[in-house]
């Protein structure tokens, strides 16, 4: 557990420059003490590290020293190579990156685990979108990207809902959600999310912007998704559905409307159907989704919800010549 611990002090101090005892204790979880005998261990064992006193000191390696983090376990190094995912890397525009980056950790890691990792990578592979549904399209990412990088403001126009308008963002990141790309970034002092894909054209601009010290991207969408989730409209629906066709009506609606959905026991129904109670995300969607259910769903409830059914159907019908 020690010498895991005094890699974690080395890889911070590494990382992050410049830490305080306090710092460090705070982000490995220990006593003040405990972080004075690692640091003494760290200098005994070799390590060029020195400290400064004072408000403003801190320890701090030799400029230019680097581990070649043979301390990595097994389990580590080998969910380094799960994680990198080649196609969002590309998209990003660091492909290349990722590959020269993967290659420099297999040569730095001892013979075991280089097998090891090789061996994740040759068997587990990530493909984020769903069946049927490439990634969408985000000719300009890899220009985000480099603002979010280099933290300069950038000038997009953003298509929605029929019309482009020009925005001049400050980009704070990126999110890879569902084989979606957003741009999470501020602007007018207000945090927002960008469909990528929206983004008609994108402008680097020369002028910098001081990324707010107190942004963090995971916890802001958490959040974001969570009041998404939480505030969307939703239409209350009873429907009657073929047992073997429930599959087809999840994927309509969607996963997380099924997994809310209230079955209700019917034990007369004439088809022995399955009855369920369901919140439908965005209702001037509803009727659409539903109809491609075709005769093996029928809506109970709303009333509005089942007429509108039958107009579509309706007007399908006359558009293929079908008059009775």
Known sequence: MRSSRLLSVL?????????????????????????YRD???????????????????????????RTRLTGLTTDEA???????????AAELGLGTVLATAQLKLLAALPAELRTRAGRIRERFHLDAPGWFKGAEEAPHL???????????????????????????LEPLGVVLKSGVWYVVAARDGE????????????????????RPANFDLADYWTESTAAYE????????????????????????????????????????????????LLIDWPEDAAARLVGMGPDLEVIEPVELR????????????RHGVTD
Do not use: K
């Open 191 to 210: 945090v927002r999310t960008y469909r990528a894909s929206r983004i008609e054209s994108a402008e680097l601009s020369e002028e910098r912007f001081e």
């Open 78 to 88: 080998s969910s380094i190579f799960l994680a990198g995912v080649p196609g969002p």
């Open 307 to 318: 007429n509108q059914i039958l107009d579509l159907a309706r007007g399908s019908l006359a």
């Open 230 to 277: 939480r505030d969307a409209p939703r239409l209350a629906v009873l429907v009657r559905v073929a047992p073997d066709r429930v599959e087809l009506l999840e994927n309509l609606v969607g996963g997380s409307a099924m997994r809310a959905a209230e079955r209700l026991e019917v034990p007369d129904d004439r088809d022995g159907w399955t009855h369920l109670r």
């Open 142 to 168: 890899s220009t985000v990207a480099q603002a979010v990088w280099n933290q300069r403001r950038l000038l997009i126009r953003y298509r929605r809902a029929g019309d482009t308008a020009e925005r001049l």
């Open 11 to 35: 890889l911070l101090l590494q990382t992050r420059g410049r830490m305080t005892a306090r710092e460090l204790a705070t982000e490995l979880e220990v006593s003040l003490r405990t972080i």
């Open 39 to 65: 640091v003494d261990s760290l200098a005994e064992a070799g390590v060029p590290l020195y400290g400064d006193r004072g408000p403003t000191g801190g320890y701090q390696l030799i400029d230019g020293y």
